[in-house]
C-alpha cells in the first residue's frame, strides 16, 4: 500500500513563508514524477509544481519566482517552499507522484490527503 503525507501546511500572513514536505511510504520501485497542486473553494484542482525524477522542475506563472520545488530522492519526499505569500494562495495542497510498483509495472498516479494554507491579508 503506498502512502503519501504531507505536512507543513496551517496559517500564515501574507508575505511569510511555509514549507510543506510530502513522503512516500509503501512498497515500490520507483517514483518518476513528484508535483503539488491546489484546490481553492469554489475551483478546480490546479498544477503548481512539478519535478522530475532528473530534478527537472516546471511552476505554474502564478508561482515562478516565489515557490520552490525539491525533492530528496533517498528519503522519497517532495518539498514545496513558498514565499511572500499572497491570500490567493490559500487553498488545500496536494502532493501528486507517479510511483512503479515494480520494473515492469504502469507507472500509477497516487495523491496525498491534502493540506490547508490559509494566507491572511
Known amino acids: 500500500q503506498v502512502q503519501l503525507v504531507e505536512s507543513g501546511g496551517g496559517l500564515v500572513q501574507a508575505g511569510g513563508s511555509m514549507r510543506l514536505s510530502c513522503a512516500a511510504s509503501?512498497?515500490?520501485?520507483?517514483?518518476?514524477?513528484m508535483a503539488w497542486y491546489r484546490q481553492a473553494p469554489g475551483k478546480q484542482r490546479e498544477s503548481v509544481a512539478r519535478?522530475?525524477?532528473?530534478?527537472?522542475?516546471n511552476y505554474a506563472d502564478s508561482v515562478k519566482g516565489r515557490f520552490t520545488i525539491s525533492r530528496d530522492s533517498a528519503k522519497n519526499t517532495v518539498f514545496l517552499q513558498m514565499n511572500n505569500l499572497k491570500a490567493e494562495d490559500t487553498a488545500v495542497y496536494y502532493c501528486n507522484a507517479v510511483i512503479r510498483l515494480s520494473h515492469y509495472s504502469t507507472p500509477r498516479n497516487y495523491w496525498g490527503q491534502g493540506t490547508q494554507v490559509t494566507v491572511s491579508s
Open positions: 519535478i522530475s525524477s532528473g530534478s527537472t522542475t
Open positions: 509503501g512498497r515500490f520501485t520507483s517514483i518518476d514524477v
